[in-house]
């Protein structure tokens, strides 16, 4: 089963920061999942919310913002103060931690609240210039946008879902992918299972308990993401 640092190492750093991301960047894991929003001035930004509020010394949203704004903030002392130098990435500068890694990059297209046009379009322009398009898997609530991905270019996405669905399997063949990124509580309802069975690609987000990993290994899943890569890896070396 695959390990995905969530956030970057988000259980032991502030999640979405470099910190987090060079964290991830020294372990022996699959990759690492990366949130992404639009700046103002059309930036693409690592950060998990539409607002700043939560993880920033900051107010408002992203999308109000420029980059050189969002540059000013403050992203680390929420969680302690020994992080208070580190600023809201942007995606350019995560890839530069990965540039030499065999990481895989699953950048979460954060399209679902504000719509964002242009974003996934821009994420895989920037990847393909610095080289990551085969090691980038795309995802998103968005499935409009997964749509547009599958049809328009070559790069692996999947979809983000939530809720208990029926028939998961073939409404992810309707967008046109094989990969479900589904929820810890839905994981291990009939609609994964029935999922893995008719084939389906299965990561499950976000898994923080060595027992329900064991659990969802035991079932057949592909993947998880976890804030504490660390502590999984130890428990399946
Ligand atoms: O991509 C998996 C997971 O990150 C989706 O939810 O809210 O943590 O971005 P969230
Ligand atoms: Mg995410």
Redesign the pocket.
Known sequence: MKIFA?RGCSGSYPENTLAAFRAAAELPITGV?I?VHLTKDGEIVVI?DEKVNRTTNGKGYVKELTLKELKQLDCGSWYSEEWSAEKIPTLDEVFDIFENTNHRL?I?IKSDVFPYDGLADKVIDLAAKRGFRNRVLL?SFNHEDIQSVVQGKQVESAI?TFEVLVDVYDYARVIGTKRI?VSLPSAFRKMTTDALRKGAIVYV??VNDVSYAEELQRIGVHGI?TDYPEKMLAHFA
């Open positions: 969530h999942e949130d998990h699953n979460e995802s983000l990124h987000y976000t993401f």
